[in-house]
C-alpha cells in the first residue's frame, strides 16, 4: 500500500482514547509546542492532525493540547477572556479571535447545510479540534477537507465512524477495540492499536520513496474524493493491508 504526498496529507481521529487511553491532569489550556506533537518524529514535513471525537468540546480540547495537536490559543478563548477582561479591539491588552491559529468547533455549530464559506474559514486554521460530533458530521469533515484538496486518513474504532472511514481517502482501523464494520470499511488495520505504528508506516513509505529516487511524487487516484483504484490507473493505496 503506498500512501500519498505529505505534504497534502491529513490524519483525522476520531477517537484519540485508542491510542492513549490515560490522560492526567487534563488542563483547559496548556499548550505544547509543534515540535512535541503526534507527528512530530516525521518533521520537518508530518502530516497535519485534526481531531473529530465526541468527547465535550472542553475535554477534547484539553486533550488535543496533551497530546499537540492544539498548541496555541484557540479562538474561542480570546474571545471568552476579551470578554471577562471587559476588553475590546483597540484596547492595549485585547486579542484578536481572528488572528488565533487554533480552533475548537462543536458539532453544534456545525449544519449539513453550513455555507462553503465557513466551512473555509475553520479549515483554513492549522490547528482544528472539533467536538461532539455526530457520524454524518464527521462524514462532512471528510468531504469539506478533501474538497480543499487534502488526501484525507481517517481513524476511527466504532460503528459510527464507518461512513467517514470509508469515505475518506485512507480508512484506518483499530485492530483491537475496532468493530468489525469498522475494520470491513478500513484501508488499514492497525493490528496492535498503536500510534507508534502510523508513524513507522510514513516513515517506511518515505524511505522508500528515497530509494526509488522520486520522494515527491504525488498520486491522488481518487474522482470527486472516493477512494483510488491500482497503481495502474493512478491510485496509490489499492487494497487492504494490516499494520502492527
Given at each position: 500500500m503506498r500512501l500519498p504526498s505529505d505534504s497534502l496529507l491529513l490524519f483525522l481521529f476520531s477517537n484519540l482514547s485508542c491510542f492513549f487511553p490515560r490522560f492526567p491532569n487534563l488542563e483547559p489550556f496548556s499548550p505544547y509546542p509543534p515540535s512535541l506533537s503526534l507527528f512530530s518524529p516525521l518533521s520537518p514535513s508530518p502530516p497535519l492532525p485534526l481531531s473529530t471525537p465526541g468527547d465535550h468540546p472542553v475535554t477534547a480540547q484539553a486533550i488535543a493540547y496533551k497530546v499537540g495537536i492544539l498548541w496555541s490559543k484557540t479562538q474561542g478563548d480570546m474571545e471568552k477572556e476579551n470578554a471577562k477582561a471587559g476588553l475590546s479591539a483597540g484596547d492595549p491588552e485585547w486579542q484578536d479571535p481572528a488572528a488565533a491559529q487554533a480552533i475548537t468547533v462543536p458539532g453544534t455549530e456545525i449544519s449539513i447545510d453550513m455555507p462553503l464559506e465557513e466551512w473555509d474559514a475553520i479549515l483554513e486554521h492549522p490547528q482544528?479540534?472539533?467536538?461532539?460530533?455526530?457520524p454524518q458530521q464527521k462524514l462532512t469533515i471528510v468531504e469539506n477537507c478533501q474538497r480543499r484538496g487534502h488526501i484525507v486518513a481517517f481513524t476511527g474504532d466504532g460503528v459510527n465512524d464507518s461512513p467517514a472511514l470509508k469515505k475518506a481517502d485512507i480508512g484506518v482501523a483499530m485492530g483491537i477495540m475496532g468493530a468489525e464494520v469498522t475494520k470491513n470499511a478500513a484501508d488499514i488495520i492497525l493490528l496492535d492499536d498503536n500510534f507508534a505504528?502510523?508513524?513507522?508506516m510514513i516513515e517506511d513509505e518515505r524511505k522508500r520513496r528515497e530509494e526509488e529516487g522520486d520522494p515527491n511524487r504525488k498520486e491522488r487516484g481518487r474522482e470527486g474524493g472516493g477512494r483510488g483504484g491500482g497503481e495502474e490507473d493512478g491510485g496509490t493505496w489499492g487494497g487492504r493491508c494490516a499494520v502492527s
Amino acid at each position: 500500500m503506498r500512501l500519498p504526498s505529505d505534504s497534502l496529507l491529513l490524519f483525522l481521529f476520531s477517537n484519540l482514547s485508542c491510542f492513549f487511553p490515560r490522560f492526567p491532569n487534563l488542563e483547559p489550556f496548556s499548550p505544547y509546542p509543534p515540535s512535541l506533537s503526534l507527528f512530530s518524529p516525521l518533521s520537518p514535513s508530518p502530516p497535519l492532525p485534526l481531531s473529530t471525537p465526541g468527547d465535550h468540546p472542553v475535554t477534547a480540547q484539553a486533550i488535543a493540547y496533551k497530546v499537540g495537536i492544539l498548541w496555541s490559543k484557540t479562538q474561542g478563548d480570546m474571545e471568552k477572556e476579551n470578554a471577562k477582561a471587559g476588553l475590546s479591539a483597540g484596547d492595549p491588552e485585547w486579542q484578536d479571535p481572528a488572528a488565533a491559529q487554533a480552533i475548537t468547533v462543536p458539532g453544534t455549530e456545525i449544519s449539513i447545510d453550513m455555507p462553503l464559506e465557513e466551512w473555509d474559514a475553520i479549515l483554513e486554521h492549522p490547528q482544528i479540534v472539533f467536538a461532539r460530533t455526530s457520524p454524518q458530521q464527521k462524514l462532512t469533515i471528510v468531504e469539506n477537507c478533501q474538497r480543499r484538496g487534502h488526501i484525507v486518513a481517517f481513524t476511527g474504532d466504532g460503528v459510527n465512524d464507518s461512513p467517514a472511514l470509508k469515505k475518506a481517502d485512507i480508512g484506518v482501523a483499530m485492530g483491537i477495540m475496532g468493530a468489525e464494520v469498522t475494520k470491513n470499511a478500513a484501508d488499514i488495520i492497525l493490528l496492535d492499536d498503536n500510534f507508534a505504528s502510523i508513524v513507522a508506516m510514513i516513515e517506511d513509505e518515505r524511505k522508500r520513496r528515497e530509494e526509488e529516487g522520486d520522494p515527491n511524487r504525488k498520486e491522488r487516484g481518487r474522482e470527486g474524493g472516493g477512494r483510488g483504484g491500482g497503481e495502474e490507473d493512478g491510485g496509490t493505496w489499492g487494497g487492504r493491508c494490516a499494520v502492527s
